[in-house]
Nanobody, 130 residues
Framework: QVQLVESGGGLVHVGDSLKLSCEVSGGPFSSYTMGWFRREAPTKERAFVA?????????AYGHRAKGRFTISRDNSKNNLFLTMKRREPEETAVYFC??????????????????????WGKGTQVTVSS
């Protein structure tokens, strides 16, 4: 059973940068598609932020993340990262890393709303203060 543990959340101010990490164990991380999602309120669903193929040659970003966020991975250390620049107050949320049980190898597949994201961490809270 794959386990994902997010870290790096906290309080930041509008315009600041923040880097989140996700440590993965229990499986061959280097072969996994990985992604970041966020939930802005307990009553909302997780929203797609960014995703990356098992190599970092293919990435995809949600429209609010494009141009400001960068997803990356270190397969040698089983770590996934999300670097976020120029934070905006509406981006206060719990950020989750996740992985689907099948590889997603194209940007279109990563962006698909029907992609079967299944394994999730418990999330890390990010609060953007104005």
């Amino acid at each position: 059973q794959v386990q994902l543990v997010e870290s790096g959340g906290g309080l930041v101010h509008v315009g600041d940068s923040l880097k989140l990490s996700c440590e993965v164990s229990g499986g061959p991380f280097s072969s996994y598609t990985m992604g970041w999602f966020r939930r802005e309120a307990p009553t909302k669903e997780r929203a797609f932020v960014a995703a990356v193929k098992w190599t970092d040659s293919v990435t995809a970003y949600g429209h609010r993340a494009k141009g400001r966020f960068t997803i990356s991975r270190d397969n040698s250390k089983n770590n996934l990262f999300l670097t976020m620049k120029r934070r905006e107050p509406e981006e206060t949320a719990v950020y989750f890393c996740g992985s689907p049980p099948i590889p997603l190898n194209t940007a279109a597949a990563l962006l698909s709303t029907s992609a079967p994201w299944a394994d999730w961490g418990k999330g890390t809270q990010v609060t953007v203060s104005s």
